[in-house]
């Protein structure tokens, strides 16, 4: 949800801002902009759409490299007001002294621009950012010098705000703030680099401070200095970046999203690896909150969108391996219900970012009702990370593309991990299962061709219903969000027990099913579920394991996977349907990476 960059240093800026911009457009595309100290004062540059229209922008004005060893830049989702040139980033005063590129929402917005134009403060865009350069610039009419006013400012906002600020008239120092919304500065030999999320500084470095609500940085070339705002103790730590340059580009592959795919097999290994010992889990992270979980007694789990489905995959898992009741939620419904908590309860947050406002809010709310709070995040050190108690990382690597894939298989495995972990009776086989997923979702990947064909046989239908039950209900949900993100088409998850009661109606033969039929307990009542369909004459794509004769009968095609205990299902059903939505989308010509109106990581409410 907007990606803002900042560099101070020996190099030229504007290359490593365009690059660095190229690097967060995953968390906006609506337009991009950035401002640079030149010998000629700060010079800005805007362009609506993606960044490639700002870099056809320079080249088109003949604007030269600029001589410019600071600078500023954002790429945006927009929030408020549409997104043209005005109100693209970096934003500006009356006087263009303070330029601002933000992350987050101004909540108190309308009241300080009131307050702002009652004292002839004049507005240009219509976005809540613009506030922030005019209310620096009123402090400093009132006398203040450039940090005091910010640190004034700041303490006026209320909302969420990641910022990268420079002034016009100092040309050594770049500041930085955060609350709410995620930003990390990047070490380097006398310079510095400051960047939304990890991906955009690996390039240049693998030292980074990640900075804490209410903390404002200010940096030069050579030093930063950190304070809170509030005046309470700042909480430092350089940490390491874990991620290489080759997981954040494309290789070989047209779109991050197929990359991210094919990674599969990779990520579950990387999501088990060292943690599967003979007498069982071992999971580090956990060690600290022990004692407390072998006397849980009931499990909320807290996510968004592919993370949610991911949980209630969760649910499932831990219900039946672990013996714990669990009920997730969507991170925005649970952080404003109000209900009784028991002591011995424990949430547990999925975030691939680490940094998603409603999973962050939810979190802060269980906190705070003094839950034991427990993360299963894949980007080392974001916020999610940092304030839950204790937690498990996916260790998936940079997930780019929108559309979440690799993250959700990585998100099932922690949380088969976790179920065994807490199991006080462990479920036989399933660990030695777990070795094999990586090689049977390679067996998939390696007829991907054939889902290729199917995705040319159903594009042309405009509505879907994907259909599952047990542990395959979530999947299918996943499955249809993954088509709707990517090819705009309709489609709906549905648990296939509840097809008869609704659904069944839009059933005709132009609304075809894809079915989740894999060989478990519950493969005759969806054999009766499809039967239903086929009856209406509905279209049946159907998921089924290898050997299953009877499924032929009656879907219209069959794509087979390898057989697996149950719980483990989702890590082999869901390929299949990230590949059909990837496929569909690409054919139907859209950016599958970078889909209208979405965000990768949505750091507003
Ligand atoms: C956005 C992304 C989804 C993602 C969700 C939760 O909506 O587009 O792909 O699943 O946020 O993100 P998180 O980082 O918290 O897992």
Partial sequence: MCGIIGYIGKQQALPILIDGLKKLEYRGYDS???????????????????????????????FQILDSNIGIAHTRWATHGVPNEVNSHPHTDCKQRVFVAHN??????????????????????????????????DFINQGDDFEKALKLALN???????????????????????????????????????????SALITHTKNAVYLNDFEMAKISAGEITIENIRREPTDTKVVTLEWNLEQAQKGNYQHFMQKEIFEGPETVKLAFAGRLHEAGVKLGGLEQVKEKLETIKRVIICACGTSYYAGLVGEYL???????????????????????????????????????????????????NGLLTLGIVNVVGSTIARETDAGVYNHAGPEIGVASTKAFLSQITVLALMA?????????????????????????????SEIEKLA??????????????????????????????????????????????????????????IALVPGNGVLEKMYSNLEEIKARSGPILA???????????????????????????????????????????????????????????????
């Fill in 104 to 137: 987050g929402i101004i909540e108190n917005y309308k009241e300080l621009k009131h307050y702002l134009q009652e004292r002839g403060h004049t507005f240009t865009s219509a976005t809540d950012t613009e506030v922030v350069a005019h209310l620096i610039e």
């Fill in 156 to 198: 006026m906002l209320r909302g969420a705000y990641a910022f990268a600020i420079i002034d016009a008239e100092n040309s050594a120092v770049l500041y930085a703030a955060k609350c709410q919304s995620p930003l990390v500065i990047g070490l380097g030999q006398q310079e510095h680099f400051l960047a939304s999320d990890p």
């Fill in 32 to 62: 991009a902009g950035f401002a640079v100290h030149s010998g000629e004062g700060v010079v800005v540059k805007k362009a609506v759409g993606q960044v490639a229209n700002l870099e056809k922008a320079i080249l088109d004005s003949s």
């Fill in 543 to 605: 998921i089924a394991t290898e050997g299953d004769q009877h499924i032929s009968a009656i879907a219209s095609d069959v794509f087979y996977i390898p057989a697996t205990l149950e719980p483990l299902e989702p890590l082999l059903t869901v390929v299949p349907l990230q590949l059909l939505a990837y496929y569909i989308g690409a054919k139907l010509g859209y950016n599958v990476d970078k889909p209208r109106n979405l965000a990768k990581s949505v750091t507003v409410e």
């Fill in 420 to 448: 065994e972990y807490l199991a006080k009776v462990k479920r036989p086989g399933l660990l030695e299962e777990l070795r094999n997923i990586p090689g049977k979702i390679g067996a998939i990947l390696a007829r991907a």
């Fill in 318 to 368: 831990f219900e039946e391996i672990a013996g714990i009741p669990v009920e997730t939620h969507f991170a925005s419904e649970f952080r404003y219900r109000q209900e009784p908590f028991e002591p011995g309860t424990a949430a547990i947050f999925i975030s691939q970012s680490g940094e998603t406002a409603d999973t962050l809010g939810a979190l802060r709310k269980a906190k705070e």
């Fill in 456 to 513: 040319e046989k159903y594009l042309y239908h405009k509505n879907f219903i994907f259909l599952g039950r047990r542990y395959n209900y979530p999947t299918a949900l996943e499955g249809a969000l993954k088509l709707k993100e990517i090819s705009y088409l309709h489609a709906e998850g549905y648990g296939a027990g509840e097809l008869k009661h609704g659904p069944i109606a839009m059933i005709g033969k132009e609304f075809p099913t």
